[in-house]
Every structure is written in C-alpha cells, then in structure tokens.
C-alpha cells in the first residue's frame, strides 16, 4: 500500500533517482526539450521549477544551491543567462508536458517535456493574436464589418431587383427616345409639306400671269 508516499520512487534507489532527474534537467535546460516517459517528466517538473525560480535572482547562494542539484557548471551558466532572462516576466508554469503515445516494446506512456517560453512557433502564434485583439477599437470594427458586408455574397432576390429595376429603366428610355423620333418624324413631314404646297404654288401664279396677257392683247386687236 502507498501509505506516506508523497512522490514517485520510479523503481529506483535515492541515489539513482537523484542522479537521473539531476541529467534530466541538465539536458532540458541545455536542449530546452526532451523526450521521456510521463512518470519522469512528472517528476522531473518537481526538481525543474523550484529552480529556474531560484535563478531569477543571480547571487551566489543561488548558484551554488543551482550547482548542489545539477552538478554542472555549463548547465548553471545557461540557467542564469538563457532561461531566466526569458522566464522573468512568467510567475510559473515553466515547462509544458505533450503526450507522444505509449512506446513500442514495453508500452509506456510518453511525452515530450519542453520549457514553455523557448517555444518559438507557440509564443508568435500568441503575440499576433494579441496584436489583432489590441488593434480592434469601435472604428475597426465599423471598418471590419463593411469589408465583410462588402466581401459577401449578394443574394438572388437583391439581384433580381436590381436587374428588373434596370430593364425598367431602358424601357423608360426606349419610350423616350421614340417619342422623340416620332415628333422629330411628324416636324419633318410638316416641313416635306410646307414646300411642296409652296412649290406648287409658285407655278399657279406663273401660269396666270400669261393669261393676263393674252387678255391684254386680245383688247388691243379689238380695238384696231
């Protein structure tokens, strides 16, 4: 029974589970990820932690305490300049557990352990997220909502009226347009008639003058 057992022993002596989390976290902090089963990435968040926090202060008690647990000068270096400038900002939350499935042979649970602010993918999918929601004001929205009214699709009945509407339109005008050619037709026929009756006219007065003149002539004989 598990009676009083507040961690996972991992089937291992002390000595051998202290050695095995303490190059655990050496290859994390130098790697920034890994690839272990779940129970030893469980146990390894329990020794990890408590140490990038102690590395946000860089002292020399800090070191030391960082060292008496790594026992490596290299991984030190690196906790002190690469991961804490980093994790400054963070309060915890510095590793991130991804289930990989269970491995072939023996079954076991897998997962791959990574420090969470040396994602890079991650962290640029989440700085343009927040850009888009800081730069929505009232206005860009107002501007947000035309372009989707703009960018949707018009429905059939819209276009429907707009094409009848339009048909109407050029009947209007067609009617216009021959009415006007109808007046224009009807003024050049009053014309065509004005000088025809004016050209027939003219000759009825040229013919009459001669009969005067006959008269004339015809008095003066009469009267020789």
Excluded: W
């Excluded at 990820?33 to 129970?39: F, K, Q």
């Excluded at 009226?161 to 109808?182: M, S």
């Amino acid at each position: 029974m598990r009676h009083n057992k507040s961690f996972n022993h991992l089937g291992r002596t002390s000595a051998h589970r202290k050695a095995m989390l303490s190059n655990m976290a050496c290859s994390l902090i130098m790697h920034k990820r890994i690839e272990t089963t779940t129970a030893k990435a469980k146990a390894l968040k329990r020794v990890i932690e408590p140490l990038i926090t102690r590395s946000k202060v860089d002292s020399t008690h800090s070191r030391r305490m960082a060292f008496s647990v790594l026992e490596d000068k290299e991984a030190v270096t690196e906790l002190f300049r690469e991961v804490s400038a980093k994790v400054g900002d963070r309060p915890g939350g510095y590793t991130r557990i991804i289930r990989l499935g269970n491995r072939l042979g023996d079954n076991a649970d897998m997962c791959m352990m990574e420090l969470v602010d040396f994602n890079e993918l991650l962290l640029s999918e989440k700085a343009s997220a927040k850009k888009a929601t800081k730069g929505r004001r009232r206005g860009a929205k107002k501007k947000g909502e035309e372009t989707a009214l703009a960018a949707a699709p018009i429905k059939e009945s819209v276009v429907k009226k707009v094409v009848a509407e339009d048909v109407v339109a050029e009947d209007v005008v067609a009617e216009d347009v021959v009415a006007t050619e109808g007046t224009e037709a009807i003024a050049e026929e009053q014309i065509v008639a004005e000088a025809a009756a004016e050209v027939t006219e003219e000759p009825e007065a040229q013919a009459e003058e001669p009969k005067e003149e006959e008269s004339t002539n015809e008095d003066d004989k009469k009267e020789s």
